[in-house]
């Protein structure tokens, strides 16, 4: 049938017999039932009082007797257990009087019983006395892939006892073919009867036997629960074996009515019961950004307003359920934390609720002529003002669908935008931005500066700025790996030395040392910053640029510090007071420049972000030269070391070239000076 069907059915009832470990053995310990037969090899435990004591077992014998003493032999095979005291007390009787006794069964005896036919496993069995037909066949393994389960037979002496009904065990637990056995009995497993096959809509499809040729449709589906709800009781298919018919293979229609149902199944048929259609008559779907994703019912004449009342539907159980959360202490704040609670507080205004597209939701609707789905858009917003030209008329099966942000990108104008501003500022918090907003125009809005201001250090930092810096970041590191093992491959080549193990040693001290230095880079990350290159003599807001915000930035205008610093290949590697008009002369006389300094290569790491070289001083701010160049509060001197040496400590160093190449192009910012400088 798998030919016909395209599936393997399995066979109704085999998964009965699909668990070894469980051997279905009868409790040895439990009570015999009254109506056991006595026989060679049970026991019998009695207790004699009164008039004469005896407390012993008994062992029927192969001759079916037990020996009492002083009272003699009692013949106990084929006695069934209800009446083996009346048994033992008559004989009793005759030697002793006015005396109490009771009985009861010990140690059972075993049976040895055959199962023939279409098992599992065919063969001679050793059960317990207690065994019933049932056990003999869980123990056998059942019927194979061509026994029957319907005309089991138990065979005693040659004639036939019995024929059980597997399918009435398992359908409803019916066990009144169940017989017990006694030694020598034979089971017999004959072949498989006629078949059919019942699937489609059912939870059990499978491969059924029919107990007869007026097996009806009717009294199959009873074996599985019944016609299935699912199932359409207006058709179903019928394949029917014509010998007669060529080709011998037909199709009929028959309905799961009472007629349908009585109809006769023959060997080979196969029963296919069609699924109800899973179209809803009367419903509508709102699905999307709303409060209750559902299927709601349709009425005649109802409209998008009766779907969607009042904004508070579209309000999403997220929502309520991240509010709850906050009074959990779930988030928790680093401590060391560059982001801080302030950044705690943009995560969650910015995924607290899902910002909604007021201009476009849409109908999803099935044109029954053209068999193609319809889109209808409307305006949400204007919809729940009361515009009745967006108040749309609804049709049954409807989907209609309300999207976010997440969905599809909103215009600029209808973005919520957040920035965090902090520090030498009237009002630092959380703001939302306007279209076009720029850095001046935010800070004169919250009110602008407070004295302790510096401007030109202010920072602003933009997630698509450090996602791009760390792409870069990421694409050196690459490049380096590749330039350190093609110098590695080429100092083997064209370095030979008579040493060899000097030269592995040297080789490996390298590529530790390589690896060490790239791993130093890859640990790096980039801040996003911005330089906003500010003239360093101007401290009002009119100096900042006018820059438009973006969602997420973040600025900081921190207060004016004391100090500048130098880094780098100095004696004197620290901070220094700042005075007015201190030169980079100044500062690196106060350093003290060591003698691998490379003074043409130094520069200065402006705290607002920007880099001055000696190639880009043209006098500097205040006159002269690079030399001459007046360092602000919060600069940094940057002295290199020079690269003439062929030092594997130099690799990285010798691949950049400039450092400033990693400072600007790679926005690492002052953090990654000391760790570039132990490169």
Do not use: C
């Not at 077992?57 to 084929?78: H, K």
């Not at 004016?560 to 610093?565: Q, R």
């Not at 001083?617 to 602000?632: I, N």
Request: net charge neutral; glycine share 8%.
């Amino acid at each position: 049938m798998q030919q016909a069907t395209g599936k393997l059915l399995p066979l109704y009832g085999s998964e009965l017999f699909n668990a070894p470990e469980v051997t279905f053995v009868p409790d040895a310990s439990s009570p015999a039932p009254a109506d056991y037969v006595l026989g060679p090899g049970d026991e019998v435990r009695l207790q004699v009082w009164g008039g004469v004591d005896y407390d012993g077992s008994l062992t029927i014998d192969r001759n079916g007797q037990v020996t009492i003493p002083r009272a003699g032999t009692v013949n106990l095979a084929g006695v069934r257990v209800r009446d083996v005291e009346s048994a033992l007390r008559s004989q009793l009787g005759r030697t002793f009087a006015n005396f109490e006794l009771n009985a009861n069964l010990g140690r059972l005896r075993t049976i040895q019983v055959y199962v023939v036919g279409q098992a599992q496993r065919p063969g001679t069995y050793t059960l317990s006395s207690l065994s019933t037909l049932v056990n003999a066949l869980f123990a056998s393994g059942g019927p194979n892939a061509n026994g029957s389960m319907r005309r089991i037979e138990l065979k005693r002496g040659g004639r036939h006892v019995t024929t059980l009904d597997l399918y009435n065990f398992i359908g409803s637990g019916d066990k009144s073919g169940d017989t017990a056995l006694q030694p020598g009995d034979v089971i017999v497993i004959p072949p498989v009867g006629p078949q059919v096959a019942i699937t489609g809509a059912l939870d059990q499809a499978a491969i059924y036997e029919l107990k007869d040729k007026a097996t009806t449709l009717n009294d199959v589906l009873a074996l599985s629960g019944g016609v299935p709800t699912l199932a359409t009781p207006r058709k179903a298919l019928l394949e029917r074996v014509d010998p007669s018919q060529t080709p011998a293979r037909q199709v009929q229609d028959i309905a799961l009515d009472g007629q349908g149902l009585r109809q006769p199944l023959r060997d080979g048929d196969i029963v296919t019961l069609l699924p109800i259609s899973p179209a809803f008559a009367n419903a509508v779907t709102l699905q999307g950004n709303v409060a209750a994703p559902l299927r709601y019912r349709w009425f005649p004449g109802m409209k998008l307003r009766d779907l969607i009342p009042e904004r508070e539907a579209l309000i999403t159980s997220d929502y309520f359920q991240r509010k709850n959360l906050l009074v959990q202490s779930v988030e928790t704040n680093d401590a060391g934390s560059t982001r801080g609670a302030g950044g705690a507080l943009t995560n969650r205004v910015r995924t607290m609720v899902d910002q909604i597209n007021w201009d476009y939701a849409v109908i999803e609707r099935l044109d029954r002529d053209q068999l193609r789905t319809q889109i209808v858009p409307f305006n949400l917003g204007r919809l729940l003002q009361g515009d009745e030209t967006q108040n749309l008329p609804l049709q049954q099966g409807d989907v209609v669908t309300v999207l976010s942000q997440k969905d599809l990108q909103l215009p600029a104008l209808r973005q919520t935008r957040l920035v965090r501003l902090e520090g030498e500022v009237a009002a630092a918090g959380l703001y939302e931005i306007q279209p076009g907003e720029t850095l001046r125009q935010l800070i004169e809005r919250v009110g602008g500066l407070t004295p302790q201001a510096y401007v030109f250090g202010t920072a602003l930092d933009r997630e698509a700025v450090r996602k791009k810096q760390q792409e870069n970041l990421e694409q050196l590191i690459r490049r380096l790996e590749s330039q350190q093992q093609s110098q590695i491959l080429y100092q083997v080549a064209n370095h030979p030395t008579t040493d060899s193990a000097s030269q592995a040693i040297i080789l490996q001290q390298q590529q530790a040392l390589g690896r060490s230095q790239i791993e130093a880079l890859r640990k790096m990350r980039s801040d996003g910053r911005i330089a906003l290159e500010l003239d360093p003599r101007q401290q009002t807001v009119a100096a900042l640029p006018d820059l438009p915000l973006e969602d997420g930035d973040h600025i900081v205008v921190p207060s004016t510090p004391g100090f500048v610093s130098a880094v780098g290949a100095v004696n004197n590697e620290n901070v220094f007071i700042y005075r007015p008009s201190r030169t980079v002369a100044e500062v690196a006389q106060s350093a003290g420049l060591r003698e691998e300094a490379d003074r043409d290569q130094m520069f200065v790491l402006r705290a607002d972000g920007s880099i001055i070289t000696r190639r880009d001083s043209r006098g500097g701010f205040f006159g002269g030269g690079f030399d001459s160049l007046a360092l602000m509060p919060g600069d940094t001197l940057v002295v290199p070391e020079k690269l003439d040496r062929e030092t594997t400590r130099n690799f990285v160093a010798r691949q950049l070239k400039d450092w400033t190449q990693i400072l600007s192009q790679f926005g690492l910012g002052v953090a990654a000076i000391k760790v570039i400088k132990d490169l």
